[in-house]
């Protein structure tokens, strides 16, 4: 079975940083383009980044352009995620899900990241 | 950005009967292959989204035949041929032909 397992998340203050990591398992990571996802306490799901399999590709929405990255270690079986110099508005449940064209066939349960001081 | 609106944004159904949710798209969502990347996803209260449907309307394995999805271009429709009691919670459009991905904002299914 497919299955996708963040972590990482946690209270930080605004302008500090934070490393996502989802743990992917039951299929070929490698062979698969991921993608985060985050949604807002109460509000709808706002696409966040995108890497391809080999990491040659990687895409941003302008929300976090410049301050996050997504990287990946396909012999890990990992995908993650650095935030730097958060907001408040980062505030969000943060989710892991496989690409691929069309994407979001599986996701992860989330994980919470608050950014406040 | 694309942008995708979705209609009714909430949407009270009886039981047993059908339910329809639009969504619409700033630009055509047919992609240099030929295919239109339209998903809907559901997500039910306290879980992950769940996709349903993928480029239009293809179901995912496992999604119930009461859903189905239609349209092209533009202009695309999820439809509930009978509501039951699990399909309470949000649902959204998504598209996956332009980057960046965008989601429509979400429609609340509840029971009446």
């Known amino acids: 079975d497919v299955q996708l397992v963040e972590s990482g998340g946690g209270l930080v203050q605004p302008g500090e940083s934070l490393r996502l990591s989802c743990a992917a398992s039951?299929?070929?990571?490698?062979?698969?383009?991921m993608i985060w996802v985050r949604q807002t306490p109460g509000k709808g799901l706002e696409w966040v980044a995108y890497?391809?399999?080999?990491?040659?590709?990687?895409h941003y929405a302008d929300s976090v352009k410049g301050r996050f990255t997504i990287s990946r270690d396909n012999a890990k079986n990992s995908l993650y995620l650095q935030m730097d110099s958060l907001r408040a508005d980062d505030t969000a449940v943060y989710y892991c899900?496989?690409?691929?064209?069309?994407?979001?066939?599986?996701w992860g349960q989330g994980t919470l990241v608050t950014v406040s001081s | 950005d694309v942008v995708m609106t979705q209609s009714p944004l909430s949407l009270p159904v009886t039981l047993g009967q059908p339910a329809s949710i639009s969504c619409r798209s700033s630009?055509?969502?047919?992609?240099?292959?030929?295919?239109?990347?339209l998903n809907w996803f559901q997500q039910r209260p306290g879980q992950s989204p769940r996709r349903l449907i993928y480029?239009?309307?293809n179901r995912d394995s496992g999604v119930p035949d009461r859903f189905s999805g239609s349209g092209s271009g533009t202009d695309f429709t999820l439809k509930i041929s009978r509501v039951e009691p699990e399909d309470v919670g949000v649902y959204y459009c998504?598209?996956?032909?332009?980057?960046?991905?965008?989601f429509g904002q979400g429609t609340k299914v509840e029971i009446k």
């Open positions: 890497i391809s399999g080999t990491a040659d590709t990687r």
């Open positions: 039951g299929f070929t990571f490698s062979n698969y383009g």
């Open positions: 998504v598209q996956d032909t332009h980057w960046p991905k965008t």
């Open positions: 630009q055509s969502l047919v992609y240099s292959d030929g295919n239109t990347y």
């Open positions: 899900a496989r690409g691929g064209q069309p994407s979001g066939r599986y």
């Open positions: 480029k239009v309307s």
